[in-house]
């Protein structure tokens, strides 16, 4: 994790455009990480179990719930698109604004972020993007740990920071707080790990 294309380079969307599609990168501040290999096949039950969660709530509302790769294009106000220096594809990433969608994908904050933790990206997950998603104004920010078995849900405060942490395990039910009335029984999302 953490490569980077040329050392002390900064990095523009439009330079990611150009980037091979047959390989997974990210941009953050305008630094390249390269975000293959594959995830694990138990990443990948964990963001499918929760994506169905997500999806039979939603059915008939407005918000959409997106999986990786989709890109999120985290712009500052003075960037124009193809000088954004920050795309990233979440794990999940919830939007109920839909004006921010495009056929690109998301410019603009998502409301939900969620990341499933692998050795590879927790370095990124928990320091690098945590900082990000704060300062672009995700209300929840969800970092998975499926070896433990475990959910730290960050939730933006009035003050603009991410506050103390909420931490539940396979035996707690998780009230999403940015969608009133969707509780996720943990269990069901970890029971499908295996060994």
Not at 96 to 104: A, M, R, S, T, V
């Amino acid at each position: 994790m953490g490569n980077i294309l040329a050392y002390g380079s900064l990095y523009t969307y439009q330079d990611y455009l150009g980037w091979p599609s047959d390989e997974r990168w990210e941009i953050i501040d305008g630094i390249a990480y390269n975000m293959t290999p594959a995830p694990s096949s138990n990443h990948q039950r964990v963001i499918r179990e929760l994506a169905t969660a997500f999806n039979v709530f939603l059915k008939g509302k407005n918000c959409e719930i997106f999986p990786a790769p989709f890109d999120v294009r985290l712009c500052d106000q003075e960037e124009d698109e193809q000088n954004v220096k920050t795309v990233v594809q979440p794990d999940l990433s919830l939007i109920c604004n839909k004006h921010l969608i495009d056929q690109h994908g998301c410019k603009g904050s998502p409301d939900l972020v969620i990341e499933v933790t692998s050795p590879s990206t927790m370095q990124v997950d928990l320091k690098v993007k945590f900082r990000r998603y704060e300062v672009a104004g995700v209300k929840e920010y969800w970092i998975v740990h499926p070896e433990g078995n475990t959910i730290v849900v960050y939730s933006l405060g009035l003050d603009g920071k991410y506050g103390r942490p909420n931490v539940y395990t396979a035996d707690d039910q998780l009230s999403v707080n940015v969608l009133p009335g969707l509780i996720i029984n943990l269990v069901d999302i970890f029971s499908v790990l295996t060994d």
